[in-house]
């Protein structure tokens, strides 16, 4: 897990980059609609459409922004209609690379993907190669310098409000992970309690991870989850790699 965990933390950074520069806002907005056209526009019934609505006030997307994306969603209004599907491959090193995608033309995405991954040595490849690898869970991240407990102590409480497990990720980062039933409540108790929750998410997490510890490999690695995250259609990126902090530090 340790592999999600700084990958997810560089991707918080960039994803607060490309907000400033409003790219960020177009996923959104596109999560955001597909998920009220789909569920309905009532937060309290939709649960994908509530972790849309927290992702975007998380990257600082205006409210206004929200909830016109929603009421586009909900009101059935014309518009380019989204597939959303997952597509899988590996990087170099073996490094399997699980996407979430929205698009509107499936064939155009799939091989724009397909070079994206050729250009950076690595592969797609079929339906169900990689996905076994990972496990759809909940995800909350703690800054160590925002938190006014110990360890132990963060432990108890992520364990008593129903927390899977508690993990040091790197200097700066604690990682709680639960079970998707429990994701909610767990991030309402420990905010409720004074945790400082710096991030939160459905994600998915490898069950193993690939220690990539040569420094020409994480370099094509990580311009490989770039270039993926900079495709207008992909939404999320999941990877299996563990990557040393003084390696990611020089991306």
């Not at 806002?25 to 609505?53: I, Q, S, Y």
């Not at 597509?87 to 929205?102: F, K, N, Q, R, W």
């Not at 407990?149 to 990682?175: C, K, N, P, R």
Request: aromatic content about 6%.
């Amino acid at each position: 897990m340790a592999g999600h965990s700084k990958w997810a933390n560089t991707k918080h950074r960039k994803a607060r980059a490309d907000a400033q520069k409003g790219k960020i806002f177009t996923k959104l907005a596109r999560e955001l609609t597909v998920a009220a056209r789909e569920g309905g526009p009532d937060l309290e019934t939709n649960f994908t459409l509530r972790l849309a609505v927290q992702k975007a006030r998380d990257n600082n997307m205006p409210s206004d922004n929200i909830q016109r994306a929603i009421q586009k969603g909900s009101g059935g209004q014309d518009g380019p209609k989204y597939d959303q599907a997952s597509l899988e491959g590996y990087a170099v090193g073996g490094v399997a690379v699980l996407l979430e995608i929205m698009t509107d033309n499936r064939n155009r995405t799939v091989a724009e993907i397909r070079h994206i991954f050729s250009r950076h040595d690595g592969s797609l490849g079929e339906s169900g190669c990689v996905a076994w690898m990972f496990n759809r869970k909940g995800y909350l991240s703690v800054n160590k310098g925002e938190l006014e407990i110990d360890e132990d102590d963060l432990i108890l409480q992520a364990a008593d409000a129903g927390a899977e497990e508690v993990e040091t990720e790197d200097e700066e980062t604690y990682s709680i992970v639960t079970e998707i039933e429990n994701f909610e409540d767990v991030k309402n108790k420990l905010s409720a309690q004074g945790i400082p929750i710096a991030s939160a998410e459905v994600t998915m997490l490898p069950v193993n991870t690939i220690e990539i510890t040569e420094s020409n490999a994480a370099d094509k690695i990580i311009n490989l989850m770039e270039a993926l995250d900079d495709h207008d259609d992909v939404q999320n990126v999941y990877a299996n790699f563990d990557i040393p902090s003084e390696l990611l530090l020089k991306q």
